[in-house]
């Protein structure tokens, strides 16, 4: 059974950067495509970017594209979700996610593993 432990949030001002770890345990992490969403207050969970399972191919959001560097280590059994020039509009509730066929995949449900989620709040 696939466990993931998210951890990296806090508050933060506008235009600093935080980054967020999501350990994967119970499986090795080559097998799988991972992914990052957010809930924001008072809406649904948004994908913020994908994996591939040999950390080549990549997805983004557009909102988060050119700020954001979703990266993993395999070695280590964690993905990463690197958070430049944070805005307001960013405050969310992150979560790591596991299990989809392709980083194409931007469905909620097409992920069959989640992680708790971590708070991003960026604020001045």
């Known amino acids: 059974q696939v466990q993931l432990v998210e951890s990296g949030g806090g508050l933060v001002q506008p235009g600093d950067s935080l980054r967020l770890s999501c350990v994967l345990s119970?499986?090795?992490?080559?097998?799988?495509?991972m992914g990052w969403f957010r809930r924001a207050p008072g809406k649904e969970r948004e994908f913020i970017a994908a994996i591939g399972r040999l950390g080549i191919s990549t997805d983004y959001t557009d909102s988060v594209k050119g700020r954001f560097t979703i990266s993993r280590d395999n070695a280590k059994n964690t993905v990463y979700l690197q958070m430049n020039r944070l805005k307001p509009e960013d405050t969310a509730v992150y979560y790591c996610?596991?299990?989809?066929?392709?980083?194409?995949?931007?469905?909620?449900?097409?992920?069959?593993?989640w992680g708790q989620g971590t708070r991003v709040t960026v604020s001045s």
């Open positions: 996610a596991a299990g989809a066929s392709t980083v194409e995949d931007r469905l909620p449900s097409t992920y069959n593993s």
């Open positions: 119970g499986r090795t992490l080559i097998g799988y495509v």
